[in-house]
């Protein structure tokens, strides 16, 4: 089959890298990427774009049609911060958008779909260190709530009506390009910019507080990778553990440090605590390295030189 792809969410952090390295692989009409707005002008500039409400169920079934597309990435998500404000925006965006592509590929448009579960699966009573792939998941946040229900569901549609479903639960996400939105793990971003702008932060969570991180092109290669699996490697129905690297944000200054010796961090947490202290230190991916090869390719410190070199290049460019 070759892949007709429809992006839902394409803006976001992860959706607008996912949607270039998609558009590096496939020709140009095979890659519809699509959000609520246009506010990303270097993504509706660089293919083709369509406005799509992932709430809607008619407006991504129009564009399915229009473009007849056989493979969805729902990228669209109320992530972990922003969710504990509004709660039942985040648990209407999360499942309403998830039903809609289920639906649609358990009607027979859609062949292939990509959801991405979190490490906000777990919960307090989860173990904290290696978090094995199955274990007690009590989520205490609305976003990890719809996560894991959302992971529930995945599983029943492949059981019941053979939808192919593929679904990672990915850690926090660190990139240069884009940023991310409400979520608790953002810090690990923040935390360069300011470096280069400030050279000191004021983290909202504590200097122990670990927790697992990624880098984009890690998350991005890991999606590419279940997506390509043959069907019978994805033995987990529901959604793999992955894990690159973790730390606290006492770890990530001493890295910048390295780079920049003069920058500082304080310490101020907020009601993310709460919820990062309810997440894993560690998880344990050893399925996903088993079943399709997963293997993360970037350290705390190779992050820290990717981000700081990039972000620096990125102020000196002009406007
Ligand atoms: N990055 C997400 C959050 O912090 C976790 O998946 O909400």
Known sequence: MIPKILIIGAGGQIGSELTQKLRSIYPANNVIASDISYNNIELVNSGIFEIVDAQDFSSVKICVEKYQINTIYLMAAMLSATGEKFPRKAWELNMESLFHVLDLAKEGFIKKVFWPSSIAVFGPTTPKENTPQCTIMEPATVYGITK????????????????????????????????PGG??????????????????????????????????????????????????????????NISAVSFTPKQIAKSIQKYIPEFTISYNPDFRQKIADSWPKCIDDTRAREDWGWKHSFSLDDITREMLTNLKAKVKQPV
Do not use: N
């Not at 569901?153 to 639960?169: F, M, N, T």
């Open 183 to 240: 979520g608790t793990t953002d810090y690990a971003v923040e935390i360069y910019h300011k470096a280069i702008a400030e050279k000191k932060y004021e983290c909202f969570l504590s200097e122990d507080t670990e927790l697992p991180m990624m880098f984009m092109d890690d998350a991005i290669k890991a999606t590419i990778a279940i997506m390509d699996a043959k069907p019978e490697d994805i033995k987990v129905k529901s959604s793999y």
């Open 148 to 179: 894991e229900v959302g992971e529930h569901w995945c599983e029943y549609y492949h059981k019941q009506y053979g939808v192919d479903i593929r679904s990672l639960r990915y850690p926090g996400i660190i990139s240069w390009k884009t940023m």
